[in-house]
């Protein structure tokens, strides 16, 4: 069982910054396209941005475009199972719960929450305005 822990969430103020930190268990981290989703309250949850297992290939929703960039060790680097959100001019509706999610055997990047494996608890996110 592939175990992910998400961690850099907190309070900041709009037009402030914050990256998020997503640690795999597993070695086959490698293997992984990695995504981060996010569900605000009272909303459903979406897909913010995703990166390919070679790091190759990235997604971003219309509205983080730009302010988010998704980053991960390179391919070739077994010793770092993490993956980045860096969130830059946060505004306060980017306040939502921020949960890291992984695909297996070298799938592509998808916006479809259902498509990924395995899911992080979730770190919060609370932009002030």
């Known amino acids: 069982q592939v175990q992910l822990v998400e961690s850099g969430g907190g309070l900041v103020q709009a037009g402030g910054s914050l990256r998020l930190s997503c640690a795999a268990s597993e070695r086959t981290f490698r293997s992984y396209t990695m995504a981060w989703f996010r569900r605000a309250p009272g909303k459903e949850r979406e897909f913010v941005a995703g990166i390919s297992w070679s790091g190759i290939d990235t997604s971003y929703s219309d509205s983080v475009k730009g302010r988010f960039t998704i980053s991960r060790a390179s391919a070739r680097d077994n010793t770092n199972n993490t993956v980045y959100l860096q969130m830059n001019s946060l505004k306060p509706e980017d306040t939502a719960t921020y949960y890291c999610?992984?695909?297996?055997?070298?799938?592509?990047?998808?916006?479809?929450?259902?498509?990924?494996?395995?899911w992080g608890q979730g770190t919060q996110v609370t932009v002030s305005s």
């Open positions: 999610t992984a695909r297996m055997n070298y799938a592509r990047v998808t916006d479809r929450s259902d498509e990924y494996d395995y």
